[in-house]
């Protein structure tokens, strides 16, 4: 297995699916199965498998002109322009592979224009598997140290000793306690980085006014505000989650639903901060940084997402899933809630609100979530096996496709309301 997260230990036991192709909504594996994918590559498929458009686009980048010159194109400028088009907060961009280099630029960026060291980050959010970032993702609870107070604590073994300590962690959605630290501490932190959506321990929305007391503290106390929308950006819309909920971030990261499949990264934002990678005095390399292959998908996979009704008909057939299955769920007094926003979201088998990732490792019921992951997978529905992953939507759903997921998953909610504790309807 060439990723942690399709390996046996991420969920995909005994032994991960093979693959032998994909096409629009659908994926087929090397047994010939066929199955309606809400997995969609971790994210990155926004416009499903093999998109053409995109593919013709890759093709005659290949064919016509090359891949790698280590020398700037028009393309990558016309890819930027729309990038700044897209996103009000970006000011300047550069582009990157992925997202684990685009945060790390970010952080590293922050750092050297503020002159301190120290980043605030959340519990139970990945933000990559840099050195510096890679830790608390999901943390064991006896080791992490007390709900206020939590301990920055290693994804694993090999970390260099000390980089936590530049680490300040946090739970999630606790703009008091966020206050606090800054006023306590404000004067060491660079930086500040969140995902708008929580979407890498299941899928948790921020509380209302939450995102908006993040940007008011931390340009309170001079702290670069970092939205990590590598996962939500050109998914939840053109403007990313940002656009839907108003936030304008000093920096920004963006990745996967940019790309169409094809692996590229871009991170920007203020002028005044992205002067120093413009300047030189932050360096920012990569030899296949802005290659033309993905730049061409990038172009390509914004040209159709910037069309007129395209988020509008992805948030409804994905609202109508999200929705068709609470109503499932609720109607078999399974205790559960159908979490997320447009075209991302996870089912949490739980008697209790999930608001941060104490609340997930405590309530979150993994064994029912495997019990409706393995009757979903058999009747031919694929999504993660994970509880803390999410499911996808992409614009290559039918109609159709929400309807026969809608049908199967009433079979399997039938199955588990004989094996799931039933929410209690009163003393």
């Avoid at 002067?275 to 998908?297: F, H, P, R, W």
Wanted: proline share 6%; with cysteine; net charge negative.
């Amino acid at each position: 297995m060439n990723s942690t997260a399709r390996s046996t230990w991420s969920g995909w036991d005994p032994y991960p699916l093979f693959v032998q192709g994909g096409s629009g909504s659908r994926l087929t594996d090397v047994d010939g199965n066929t199955y309606i994918d809400y997995l969609l590559g971790l994210g990155p498929m926004i416009l499903g498998h093999r998109p053409p458009e995109v593919t013709r686009a890759v093709v005659s980048m290949i064919e016509d002109r090359g891949t790698v010159f280590a020398l700037p194109t028009e393309d990558e400028s016309r890819l930027v322009a729309k990038l700044i088009a897209a996103v009000p907060s970006l000011e300047q961009v550069r582009l990157c592979n992925t997202g684990t280099e685009a945060v790390l630029y970010a952080t590293r960026l922050a750092r050297a224009f503020t002159g301190r060291s120290k980043i605030i980050r959340f519990e139970g959010m990945y933000h990559g598997f840099s050195d510096g970032l890679y830790w608390s993702k999901h943390p064991d609870l006896d080791e992490a140290g007390p709900d206020r107070a939590p301990v920055a604590v290693a994804q694993g073994p090999g970390l260099p000793r000390g980089v936590g300590d530049n680490l300040i962690i946090l739970p999630w959605n606790d703009a008091g306690l966020l206050a606090e630290v800054l006023e306590r501490e404000g004067h060491d932190i660079a930086a500040l980085i969140t995902e708008p959506v929580m979407c890498n321990t299941g899928c948790i929305l921020p509380e209302p006014g939450y995102l908006e007391a993040v940007r008011e503290l931390t340009a309170r106390h001079g702290v670069v505000f970092i939205l990590d929308e590598v996962i939500t950006g050109f998914r939840l819309g053109l403007g990313g989650a940002q656009g839907l909920f108003g936030l304008k971030p000093d920096l920004s990261v963006f990745a996967k639903g940019m790309g169409g499949g094809f692996p590229i990264a871009a991170m920007g934002g203020r002028r005044d901060i992205m002067a120093l990678v413009a300047d030189g005095t932050v360096s920012m390399a990569g030899t296949y940084a802005a290659n033309g292959i993905a730049v061409a998908a990038a172009n390509a996979t914004l040209d159709i997402l910037a069309r007129q009704g395209t988020f509008e008909s992805l948030f409804e057939r994905s609202d109508r899933l999200r929705e068709g299955l609470e109503r499932l769920l609720s109607d078999a007094r399974i205790p559960s809630s159908v979490v997320g926003l447009g075209p991302v979201f996870q089912v949490w088998f739980s008697e209790h609100p999930i608001r941060n990732y104490r609340d997930a490792a405590r309530h979150a019921s993994h064994t029912v979530f495997r019990r409706w992951w393995e009757g979903m997978m058999e009747r031919g529905i694929l999504f993660h096996p994970g509880a803390f992953e999410n499911l996808f939507v992409s614009c290559a759903h039918s109609d159709d496709d929400i309807d026969q997921t809608l049908a199967i998953a009433r079979e399997v909610v039938a199955e588990l309301k004989g094996t799931a504790k039933p929410v209690s309807t009163g003393p």
